[in-house]
């Protein structure tokens, strides 16, 4: 168990930054310990009287899971009483009544819209009010975010609010409105992102899905927002392991070729001037060539109706596994059709942490990983892209197909890429050569907009 004068200088500075302040995001890069800091934080103010309850958002594996191993990690946290409130409603709701009675109340960030609904039934003076911290608040900052909306409903009521993150803004400074809205209570740019975004930004699309800062609205932006933001240095930063990308390229077969060229008209419009654009249709388009160049396609049945169209990454994955000879392998999958075939090649018991896997099921695979005891594990990014600790089980990580998200690849990486990782880290990324992949790997590798990476991609097909 680790002691409080384990805690690292820059943790210690954030423990500080928090306590003294009403509203602020804190931002550290994954992996540095954000959650003990935050736990340490909470439990001064609780021990100097300043407030009476800590109430926490976190992602539901975080929620369910990592909160409590960071207060069972910690001897200086350890007896901080606190319950997750998970499961059916009435159970959640029961143990809401219940929280004056205790100091922490964790809850997962699905259950944001009947958390809200629940706080409309309390008065302002609950304890409930005290605190509440958002870990991982980029979740929140979509403008059309419903979790959003109805948490701003709530967010004078609150004495403080803090925000855990390590990415503040994947996408642009568009991102920074929502989450700052929240802990600054709309004190910082207004209640209306659209006006905000029309006065400071400017489209750089026909259809206006892609916006940029004004050159000279920039430094004001960032000078605000630093307001309300403590982002460290990476000089402040644990030293993290030497990471290494590997990108292996896979032909697909002339006649998947074919059909995919056809799907890509739909993707894509021919303007007077000879400039191709986004077609209205692309997500439903994209989608469909993402699942081509991963060697099927669904039909209208959704995910039971199946065509195989290639082996080319079933092939990759398996040479990878025998390259690698045993050493310890994370798997990240995209498609539940990526899983069945990872199960279909090293056996239905694969372990994986995903869709359907409970709560225990998931402790166990992580355990069991981390010690050492699992040569292979799949792992789907949205579903356990945040907080889960498994830098202790390897050190190679192959992705089977990349994500759109910059910000969710980051986060995946970070599963293995963090303090404690005493090897350096290889991250395979298979790419089916001219396909939509190749703009997946600009959007995620180089940051690039949707725009910007498919008017290079479109160059190169």
Same mark, same amino acid.
């Given at each position: 168990?680790?002691?409080?004068?384990?805690?690292?200088?820059?943790?210690? *500075?954030?423990?500080?930054?928090?306590?003294?302040?009403?509203?602020?995001?804190?931002?550290?890069?994954?992996?540095?310990?954000?959650?003990?800091?935050?736990?340490?934080?909470?439990?001064?103010?609780?021990?100097?009287?300043?407030?009476?309850?800590?109430?926490?958002?976190?992602?539901?594996?975080?929620?369910?899971?990592?909160?409590?191993?960071?207060?069972?990690?910690?001897?200086?946290?350890?007896?901080?009483?606190?319950?997750?409130?998970?499961?059916?409603?009435?159970?959640?709701?029961?143990?809401?009544?219940?929280?004056?009675?205790?100091?922490?109340?964790?809850? @997962?960030?699905?259950?944001?819209?009947?958390?809200?609904?629940?706080?409309?039934?309390?008065?302002?003076?609950?304890?409930?009010?005290?605190?509440?911290?958002?870990?991982?608040?980029?979740?929140?900052?979509?403008?059309?975010?419903?979790?959003?909306?109805?948490?701003?409903?709530?967010?004078?009521?609150?004495?403080?609010?803090?925000?855990?993150? @390590?990415?503040?803004?994947?996408?642009?400074?568009?991102?920074?409105?929502?989450?700052?809205?929240?802990?600054?209570?709309?004190?910082?740019?207004?209640?209306?992102?659209?006006?905000?975004?029309?006065?400071?930004?400017?489209? !750089?699309?026909?259809?206006?899905?892609?916006?940029?800062?004004?050159?000279?609205?920039?430094?004001?932006?960032?000078?605000?927002?630093?307001?309300?933001?403590?982002?460290?240095?990476?000089?402040?930063?644990?030293?993290?392991?030497?990471?290494?990308? !590997?990108?292996?390229?896979?032909?697909?077969?002339?006649?998947?070729?074919?059909?995919? *060229?056809?799907?890509?008209?739909?993707?894509?419009?021919?303007?007077?001037?000879?400039?191709?654009?986004?077609?209205?249709?692309?997500?439903?388009?994209?989608?469909?060539?993402?699942?081509?160049?991963?060697?099927?396609?669904?039909?209208?049945?959704?995910?039971?109706?199946?065509?195989?169209?290639?082996?080319?990454?079933?092939?990759?994955?398996?040479?990878?596994?025998?390259?690698?000879?045993?050493?310890?392998?994370?798997?990240?999958?995209?498609?539940?059709?990526?899983?069945?075939?990872?199960?279909?090649?090293? +056996?239905?018991?694969?372990?994986?942490?995903?869709?359907?896997?409970?709560?225990?099921?998931?402790?166990?695979?992580?355990?069991?990983?981390?010690? +050492?005891?699992?040569?292979?594990?799949?792992?789907?990014?949205?579903?356990?892209?945040?907080?889960?600790?498994?830098?202790? @089980?390897?050190?190679?990580?192959?992705?089977?197909?990349?994500?759109?998200?910059?910000?969710?690849?980051?986060?995946? !990486?970070?599963?293995?890429?963090?303090?404690?990782?005493?090897?350096?880290?290889?991250?395979?990324?298979?790419?089916?050569?001219?396909?939509?992949?190749?703009?997946?790997?600009?959007?995620?590798?180089?940051?690039?907009?949707?725009?910007?990476?498919?008017?290079?991609?479109?160059?190169?097909?």
């Amino acid at each position: 168990m680790r002691a409080k004068s384990d805690l690292r200088p820059y943790q210690n *500075r954030v423990v500080t930054a928090l306590y003294e302040t009403t509203g602020l995001v804190a931002v550290l890069k994954m992996g540095a310990g954000k959650t003990v800091a935050a736990l340490t934080a909470i439990d001064e103010l609780i021990g100097d009287g300043l407030i009476r309850h800590g109430l926490v958002l976190a992602p539901k594996r975080v929620a369910n899971m990592t909160w409590p191993a960071e207060i069972a990690d910690w001897a200086h946290i350890r007896g901080l009483p606190y319950a997750v409130l998970n499961g059916e409603p009435a159970r959640r709701s029961r143990l809401l009544g219940d929280a004056g009675n205790r100091q922490l109340t964790i809850v @997962g960030i699905d259950n944001t819209q009947w958390l809200c609904d629940e706080l409309a039934k309390l008065p302002d003076e609950h304890p409930i009010f005290d605190l509440l911290v958002i870990d991982e608040i980029s979740r929140f900052r979509s403008p059309k975010s419903k979790r959003a909306k109805a948490l701003l409903k709530h967010v004078k009521r609150f004495k403080a609010i803090w925000g855990l993150t @390590g990415t503040p803004r994947p996408s642009g400074y568009e991102d920074l409105f929502k989450p700052l809205a929240i802990v600054s209570r709309e004190q910082l740019w207004g209640r209306s992102f659209y006006a905000w975004q029309k006065e400071r930004f400017y489209p !750089v699309d026909r259809n206006g899905y892609e916006w940029a800062i004004f050159p000279d609205r920039e430094q004001q932006t960032i000078d605000e927002a630093n307001r309300f933001m403590l982002t460290l240095s990476d000089a402040d930063m644990p030293t993290l392991p030497p990471v290494s990308v !590997v990108e292996h390229y896979v032909d697909m077969p002339a006649e998947v070729v074919r059909e995919y *060229r056809r799907m890509k008209r739909e993707l894509l419009v021919e303007l007077e001037n000879g400039r191709e654009i986004l077609a209205a249709s692309a997500g439903v388009a994209s989608g469909k060539m993402s699942q081509m160049a991963a060697g099927f396609i669904y039909g209208e049945g959704g995910n039971e109706d199946v065509e195989q169209l290639h082996d080319a990454k079933a092939e990759w994955i398996e040479e990878l596994v025998e390259d690698l000879a045993g050493d310890p392998l994370l798997i990240i999958y995209e498609f539940i059709e990526d899983l069945r075939l990872l199960q279909r090649l090293f +056996g239905a018991g694969l372990p994986y942490l995903g869709q359907g896997v409970t709560d225990r099921q998931a402790a166990i695979h992580i355990d069991a990983w981390n010690a +050492g005891k699992l040569p292979l594990m799949a792992l789907h990014a949205a579903s356990g892209g945040h907080g889960l600790n498994l830098q202790f @089980g390897g050190s190679e990580m192959a992705w089977l197909n990349l994500t759109w998200s910059s910000e969710l690849y980051e986060q995946t !990486v970070a599963r293995i890429v963090r303090p404690g990782q005493t090897q350096k880290c290889f991250i395979h990324i298979c790419l089916a050569r001219g396909s939509v992949d190749e703009v997946k790997r600009m959007r995620v590798l180089h940051k690039m907009s949707l725009q910007e990476a498919f008017a290079v991609w479109l160059k190169k097909v």
